[in-house]
């Protein structure tokens, strides 16, 4: 950032909490800005700690891969520590996701999970005895339909559409946990079938979304927004960003839980729907 030739300081927060620009200009500028938080740590007053002191790695518990060769590996043995951090680097081209991806993962997974992809040419793997489970997190789409969301893929939506099922109204009226479900008909609005908008075709041009003019993008029916857990309806909820529903949700542990987790880890901002 010091040597860039201009600089633009976006925020304050994140989400519906940022969209301003705090501060631009040169470094320099930027520095002197008191109201810029980049400027904080650029100028040393506010920093990020590096610990004195690591935890020491035991060496005696590693995978170790010999002699990996797909593409461009040329024979490499590398030892992985476990329950520590690791980092693998260098230039593009190098070798990086062939090793990772390509060799150790797929190989990891093929005896630990009985997957059956073919891993990159290698010798030997040593360690699996140490490990009992691989997980690849990449950059595909979380979701698996364009419906999914933070709600859904967590599993939190379960939760929260049981919750409002359990309400006085709900039952009275009859309403199952399905109800609260944008993505089958019953309680979701037909007109958007639970999208919250509408897709217009423009032949040659780009599509355009516009709200759904019967629900107003609110995915649900009139009678099922008539159900409310305190003082709330499904779709309020929804609308909710993690931190607001983590205090909401407060006395729901299967719910405040994850919440506070995604929360700790800088979600706070993104909202459920």
Same mark, same amino acid.
Request: proline share 6%; glycine share 10%.
């Given at each position: ?6 600089l ?23 520095i ?11 100028r040393g007053?506010?920093g990020?700690?590096i610990?004195?002191?690591r935890?020491?790695?035991?060496? %005696? %518990? ?13 024979? +490499? ?5 476990? /329950? ?12 990086? #996701? ?7 993962? /797929?190989?990891?997974? $093929?005896?630990?999970h009985?997957?059956?992809? +073919? ?14 489970? +691989?997980?690849?997190?990449?950059q595909?789409?979380?979701? *698996?339909?364009? *419906? #999914? $969301?933070?709600?859904t ?7 929260? *559409?049981?919750?409002?099922? #359990?309400? /006085?109204?709900? /039952?009275?009226?009859g ?15 037909? $007109? ?22 019967v ?12 159900? %409310?857990?305190?003082?709330? $309806?499904? #779709?309020?909820?929804?609308?909710m ?7 909401f949700?407060?006395?729901f542990?299967?719910?405040h ?16 729907g």
């Open positions: 950032m010091r040597h860039a030739d201009h633009v300081d976006i925020g304050p927060g994140a989400g519906k909490h940022g969209g301003e620009i705090i501060a631009e200009g040169t470094p320099e500028e930027v002197s800005n008191p109201k810029s938080l980049t400027g904080k740590y650029l007053e506010m990020i700690d610990p004195k002191s935890r020491p790695i035991n060496r %005696k %518990k590693h995978i170790l891969i010999r002699n990996a060769q797909e593409n461009n590996l040329k024979g +490499v043995t590398v030892e992985f520590p476990l /329950k520590v951090f690791t980092c693998v680097t260098g230039v593009s081209g190098s070798g990086k #996701s062939t090793l990772i991806e390509d060799t150790l993962y /797929k190989a990891l997974a $093929n005896k630990l009985r997957a059956l992809d +073919v891993p990159g040419r290698h010798g030997e793997i040593l360690g699996i005895e140490n490990i009992d489970k +691989v997980i690849m997190i990449d595909s789409p979380i979701g *698996r339909t364009p *419906r #999914s $969301n933070p709600a893929y967590t599993g939190l939506f379960t939760h929260i *559409r049981e919750l409002f099922a #359990s309400t /006085k109204d709900a /039952k009275l009226r309403y199952g946990p399905g109800r609260f479900s944008f993505n089958v008909s019953g309680g979701r609005c037909d $007109n958007c079938s639970g999208e919250g908008y509408l897709k217009i075709e423009m032949q040659f041009m780009p599509d355009v979304y516009l709200p759904c003019d629900c107003n993008g609110k995915r649900y029916n009139s009678e099922t927004l008539q159900v %409310k857990y305190k003082g709330k $309806n499904i #779709s309020e909820v929804l609308a960003t993690v931190s607001e529903a983590k205090d949700f407060a006395s542990p299967k719910i839980a994850p919440l506070a987790v995604l929360e700790d880890v800088g979600l706070g901002y993104i909202e459920l």
